[in-house]
């Protein structure tokens, strides 16, 4: 499969994510450096967006591969870009709702679809298994009980 196969989402997903992937890994050095290291010792805020860039440079790395390597549509790293707000990276998010976006397309679907090798056959169902037949003896006829009619229902009670 060559990059002209590649539906134009799919690049626009992998080039956004590379980019993104590099963002955050700015982005959280910045914070520590911004900090002198002390967001480090109090609360390990700037750990996220640099564990997450390495993340997505990772993943775009194989969405941009040529030939391609079979990889799932990651929408755990979607996720974790539109959890990055909370880091104060408004870039990550709005790149992590496009990519949600992108990866409901039909044509990014059947592309990962061909991608994996995940053509599904029609699925054979196995034959009913029937009980043998039994053989038919004739019984003898049990008296008619008379049937007992059933007792008159109650009426639900009326509430005022």
Same mark, same amino acid.
């Given at each position: #499969?060559?990059?002209?196969?590649?539906?134009?989402?799919? @690049?626009? %997903?992998?080039? @956004?994510?590379?980019?993104?992937?590099?963002?955050?890994? %700015?982005?959280?050095?910045?914070? %520590?450096?911004?900090?002198?290291?002390?967001?480090?010792?109090?609360?390990?805020? /700037? =750990?996220? !967006?640099?564990? =997450?860039? +390495?993340?997505? %440079?990772?993943?775009?790395?194989?969405?941009?591969?040529?030939?391609?390597?079979?990889?799932?549509?990651?929408?755990?790293?979607?996720? =974790?870009?539109?959890?990055?707000?909370?880091? +104060?990276?408004?870039?990550? #998010?709005?790149?992590?709702?496009?990519?949600?976006?992108?990866?409901?397309?039909?044509?990014?679907?059947?592309?990962?679809?061909?991608?994996?090798? @995940?053509?599904?056959?029609?699925?054979?169902? /196995?034959? /009913?298994? =029937? !009980?043998?037949?039994?053989?038919?003896?004739?019984?003898?006829?049990?008296?008619?009980?008379?049937?007992?009619?059933?007792?008159?229902?109650?009426?639900?009670?009326?509430?005022?």
């Amino acid at each position: #499969m060559n990059t002209q196969n590649k539906p134009s989402l799919v @690049m626009a %997903i992998a080039l @956004m994510t590379l980019v993104n992937g590099i963002f955050n890994l %700015i982005w959280g050095v910045s914070l %520590i450096g911004g900090t002198f290291g002390l967001s480090l010792l109090c609360f390990p805020v /700037p =750990l996220f !967006p640099i564990i =997450l860039g +390495g993340f997505e %440079i990772a993943y775009a790395i194989k969405l941009l591969d040529n030939p391609p390597q079979p990889v799932q549509p990651s929408q755990a790293i979607a996720i =974790l870009e539109i959890v990055a707000v909370l880091v +104060g990276n408004v870039f990550s #998010m709005v790149v992590g709702i496009l990519a949600l976006i992108f990866y409901n397309d039909s044509a990014v679907k059947d592309y990962f679809a061909r991608l994996n090798g @995940m053509q599904t056959p029609p699925r054979a169902y /196995p034959a /009913p298994v =029937l !009980p043998p037949p039994a053989e038919s003896t004739p019984e003898p006829s049990a008296p008619a009980s008379p049937v007992e009619p059933d007792a008159p229902k109650r009426r639900p009670r009326k509430v005022a």
